[in-house]
């Protein structure tokens, strides 16, 4: 049958317009929502990976719990195509500034999610070899407890991480705080 | 070829200086530290020996032996009698040396590496002596048993959270 038409009886769901005004032909909204509207949803994840949490992350990227229906671009392998740093594993000291290196090359914006005991302080690994949480060297938006969390876990993460992208300021990333913030990590 | 052989080999050639015990099935050799290298040319020179693989190279902290704290331990092993051995040096934590094993075993160079990087210890003449695991900034052996297990600058993990 001609024309063919798709999704007639379709689930797939539309994100919700931003409040705004709309009239015949036209739509206004606010320049920070429609731009935190498309971050949010089109994080592209890099996944730092270094063990179990790293395993579960891999679930949560496969089709049966697939991160993608959330509005998650495909896995980049490469910092400087991505926005959301997922640190899935323990990292040891002599990791440490490897991570931090990852981190400064992401280009802004850029959020970080810590999932796992050990990322997000060390977890059991509570040893002279082992940083005691990325937060020492990077800072983080999102914590993911759990050891390691299940894929619900990870996805409950990145949609907190999806509610601060879609949230934030577009004038957040130049203030004085943010600065600060990120001098007391020693970047810039 | 067996331990009982080894024994009379050694004896004959280097005396009193070294002295024997079996542990778990397997041949202790004791010896001094300036003899490490003779003995390891001779066990791997010896036409019947034939002690040609260095299996492993590790230490031990003792705090209580005065004298003799750190203890290099050598498994070599004989692939053509499948005859294992163990060689066992006390050194002084304050002189920790012992010449390297590297000219004759050149997979002696990571695990010398390993256990500078652990123990301290110092293997003399080695090629490149210098951490291999930890972090290069790090500034004491962290096997050492003074030295507590866990992170020394952690500030969030107090002991009642975790039961110690």
Redesign the interface.
């Known amino acids: 049958m001609r024309p063919v038409q798709y999704n007639t009886n379709s689930k797939v769901k539309m994100v919700d317009l931003p409040p705004g005004y709309a009239g015949e032909g036209f739509y206004a909204t606010s320049f920070d929502k429609v731009v935190g509207l498309a971050r949010k949803n089109s994080l592209w994840p890099l996944p730092f990976a270094t063990s179990c949490c790293g395993i579960e992350f891999m679930a949560t990227m496969g089709s049966n719990y697939d991160l993608a229906r959330f509005g998650s671009e495909r896995m980049g392998f490469t910092p400087r195509q991505c926005d959301m740093l997922l640190v899935a594993g323990t990292i040891?000291?002599?990791l440490?500034p490897i991570l931090r290196q990852v981190y400064i090359q992401m280009a802004e914006p850029r959020w970080v999610v810590a999932i796992g005991a050990c990322a997000s302080?060390?977890g059991i690994f509570?040893?002279?070899?082992?940083l005691?949480?990325i937060d020492q060297v990077i800072p983080v938006d999102v914590y993911v407890p759990g050891c390691p969390p299940r894929p619900e876990g990870i996805i409950d993460g990145i949609l907190k991480l999806q509610e601060l992208v879609g949230n934030e300021s577009l004038r957040r990333r130049t203030s004085d705080q943010y600065t600060a913030l990120m001098q007391s990590y020693g970047i810039q | 070829m067996t331990y009982d052989n080894i024994r009379e080999k050694l004896t004959a050639n280097f005396g009193e200086q070294v002295s024997y015990e079996e542990q778990y099935d397997m041949l202790n050799v004791t010896l001094p530290a300036e003899l490490n290298l003779k003995l390891m040319q001779f066990l791997y020179d010896d036409e019947e020996m034939k002690f040609r693989f260095l299996t492993d190279l590790t230490a031990t902290h003792f705090p209580d032996r005065k004298g003799e704290e750190l203890n290099i331990i050598y498994h070599l092993h004989s692939l053509e009698n499948n005859i294992r051995l163990r060689l066992k040096i006390y050194v002084p934590i304050e002189t920790p040396d012992v010449f390297t094993a590297t000219r004759l075993f050149a997979g002696a160079n990571w695990m010398e590496r390993e256990t500078y990087d652990f123990f301290g210890v110092n293997f003399i003449g080695h090629p490149n002596l210098k951490r291999i695991?930890?972090?290069e900034e790090?500034d004491y052996f962290?096997m050492r048993k003074e030295?507590?297990?866990?992170?020394?600058?952690?500030t969030?993990?107090d002991d009642e959270m975790?039961g110690r």
Request: charged letters at 30%; aromatic letters at 10%.
């Open positions: 040891s000291k002599k440490g302080t060390g509570d040893s002279y070899s082992v005691q949480g | 695991l930890n972090a790090m962290p030295y507590t297990m866990e992170d020394p600058k952690r969030d993990k975790f």
